[in-house]
């Protein structure tokens, strides 16, 4: 299953269009009358409205709208055969995530619930305009004076009887004492300062009209949320989870050893959006006081839920990602704001043709510009159907596992290799496709050199021959004497002035980057950035201080705005793949970030991202486990 960007047009497939329609003329027709014309395929209904994407799940075709800001899902002509393709739709609708509270004393405040989530459908619908709404994520609040974070807004689609998903509640909060949570689409976690109002508020009954009255703790909330965790006391102070639409927020968990903030709680998953289920909806992390012992804070749920402060060196909460509904985390410790709510989505699909047009199996399947588009993911089989035509064009990107990140300050990991071309060759044929695993980050321990692993190799198998990616080059560890990177299909970064990893073979990515040798003592300690597929990895020594190198834009025919395919680049037209990871230093403040197409980077343990073949980064000192490289990913494209 996958998906394409279509705007007005239809998939190739077997509903009319003017091309379908005018080769039935052409074909059938009798000359001067027509007589032997024979009537178009039937076909699904036509709407505009958001973003318009086609995707396959089994035999059939749908066609999505994505709303993520306002407007209107407008049917502007009716299915001609009811029968096969309905005039009806499916929804979801998720609104907008709450805020975490916020702190000005140590406290762990809760993290915010999700918004309301609500899925539904067959719906009828008829030539009309049916407005949607977007509700806003909750804003995480600032200033020397907290308190309960800000509920997110509701989501609408009005059929024309309005279907609301309710605005996520906002966690609970520090001010004149503890400030209680709110109820929401889920509710809002406690903070953890002292009763009362340490208790997590409830997720909200209503799901498509106006609110009923206020539900007990704990009572279930059909079609919107759940409730939110409560917060651990005044002896460790550490926040409760915010709900999500698929499970509670968790409490706060005091301890005299390990107190932890409460976990958001997990959203739902969903497909309607490209056929392939995406979690939206998942409840803020609660935050944690180091200062009480509060270590760490709480997660956030799947579905966009921002971690619980202390964020990034900061007492702040992460924010809930948009579009999904997430909520944010609860702030931690002196000014520690909660982070804001993700922002909601809305999605409306419906069936338009019943065969898709695909010419082989395996991976994911997309349709984007005219080409169709095979996702691999993980290692599968690419086979032809007897509809592969002698000769077609291929294109491909093959994309290796990213290397892993050295413990104790060393160079970062590698990106995979990276090679992209065409080929064209006939069928049939059925042949392996592997995607390569990341390589393991290194550990400073007894019996480990601090090292990290090089990637695995990613190849397609083509009958013309295999086209194979080698694994991103390992990070060098760092401490007393150092090493030089590992070669692989971008080079890993070394450590202490050794020499950065080489590229081999040639022509898949860059080397790695030059560890600075710390002559003005261990705080100069820096790795050097692994290298990506579209530059050399930073040296260690000079700004950017070790930064991976960036990766390679994703070709033009990968493009598909709805594929989520690579990380965000330079270029915002397009994404990127296999970027470098970043060196890791003595000191933690100069941990160097990763490069565009998914290299990690910060402080430690950073992996690559999954499917990207970016590299690991390196760490700190402290806890001296370097970061896993990003998984590879394959893909193969011809004309639909």
Not at 302 to 314: A, I, L, R
Not at 324 to 352: D, L, P, W
Not at 624 to 634: A, K
């Amino acid at each position: 299953m996958g998906a394409r960007s279509t705007g007005s047009q239809h998939p190739t497939t077997t509903q009319a269009d003017g091309h379908l329609l005018e080769y039935y003329r052409q074909t059938f027709s009798g000359g001067g009358g027509g007589t032997n014309y024979v009537p178009p395929p039937p076909s699904g209904m036509i709407a505009t409205g958001g973003i318009i994407n086609d995707y396959t799940s089994g035999p059939a075709v749908y066609r999505a709208h994505t709303f993520t800001s306002s407007g209107s899902f407008q049917v502007t002509t009716l299915s001609t055969d009811p029968s096969a393709y309905p005039n009806t739709i499916e929804y979801l609708i998720v609104a907008g995530g709450g805020a975490g509270g916020g702190t000005p004393d140590h406290i762990g405040c809760g993290g915010g619930g999700a918004g309301g989530m609500i899925v539904g459908g067959p719906a009828p619908v008829s030539v009309a305009t049916y407005p949607v709404v977007i509700g806003a994520g909750g804003a995480g609040q600032r200033g020397s004076s907290f308190g309960t974070g800000n509920s997110g807004t509701n989501s609408e689609l009005n059929l024309p009887t309005a279907l609301i998903a309710a605005g996520g509640g906002g966690g609970g909060g520090r001010g004149a004492g503890g400030i209680p949570s709110t109820s929401g689409g889920s509710g809002g976690g406690a903070q953890g300062y002292s009763a009362p109002n340490s208790t997590g508020s409830a997720g909200n009954l209503y799901p498509n009209a106006a609110p009923t009255p206020a539900p007990l703790r704990g009572q279930a909330a059909p079609g919107q949320g759940n409730p939110g965790g409560d917060g651990g006391g005044s002896s460790n102070k550490v926040g409760g989870g915010g709900g999500g639409a698929g499970g509670a927020g968790a409490d706060g968990q005091p301890s005299s050893s390990d107190p932890v903030g409460g976990n958001g709680g997990v959203g739902l998953q969903n497909a309607y959006r490209t056929g392939s289920n995406v979690y939206y909806a998942g409840g803020g992390g609660g935050g944690a006081d180091p200062g009480y012992g509060g270590s760490p804070p709480g997660s956030g749920g799947n579905g966009g839920g921002g971690e619980g402060g202390p964020q990034n060196s900061t007492n702040h909460g992460e924010d809930g990602t948009g579009s999904t509904g997430g909520g944010g985390g609860g702030g931690a410790t002196s000014q520690g704001r909660g982070g804001s709510g993700g922002s909601g989505i809305v999605v409306v699909r419906y069936k338009i043709a019943s065969v898709a047009t695909a010419k082989a199996t395996g991976g994911d399947i997309s349709f984007y510009n005219n080409m169709t588009i095979h996702t691999f993911t993980s290692s599968g089989t690419f086979a032809s159907t007897p509809d592969w035509s002698n000769s077609t064009p291929v294109e491909y990107v093959v994309v290796a596992g990213g290397g892993g990140g050295a413990g104790n300050y060393g160079g970062g990991g590698g990106a995979g290799g990276y090679r992209t071309g065409s080929v064209p060759f006939s069928g049939p044929f059925s042949f392996a496709v592997t995607v390569g695993a990341g390589g393991l980050g290194g550990k400073n321990s007894a019996g480990d050199n601090g090292e990290g692993v090089q990637g695995g190799p990613s190849s397609a198998s083509f009958p013309t021959g295999a086209i194979t990616s080698t694994g991103g080059g390992y990070g060098a560890a760092g401490g007393s004497g150092g090493n030089a990177g590992g070669p692989g299909g971008s080079g890993g970064g070394s450590a202490v002035g050794q020499p950065g990893g080489a590229v081999s073979p040639s022509g898949q990515g860059n080397a790695g980057g030059v560890g600075n040798p710390g002559s003005g003592g261990n705080a100069d300690y820096i790795g050097g950035g692994g290298g990506g597929a579209g530059s050399a990895g930073s040296p260690g020594s000079a700004t950017p201080y070790g930064k991976g190198g960036d990766g390679s834009q994703v070709p033009t025919t990968f493009r598909n705005p709805t594929s989520f395919i690579g990380t965000p680049g330079p270029d915002p037209a397009g994404y990127y793949l296999a970027g470098g990871g970043g060196g890791g230093a003595y000191s933690p403040a100069a941990n160097a970030a990763g490069g565009a197409g998914g290299g990690g980077g910060g402080a430690a343990e950073t992996p690559g991202t999954v499917n990207t073949g970016g590299g690991g980064s390196s760490t700190n000192p402290s806890p001296g486990l370097g970061g896993y490289g990003g998984s590879g990913i394959v893909l193969i494209a011809y004309p639909t």
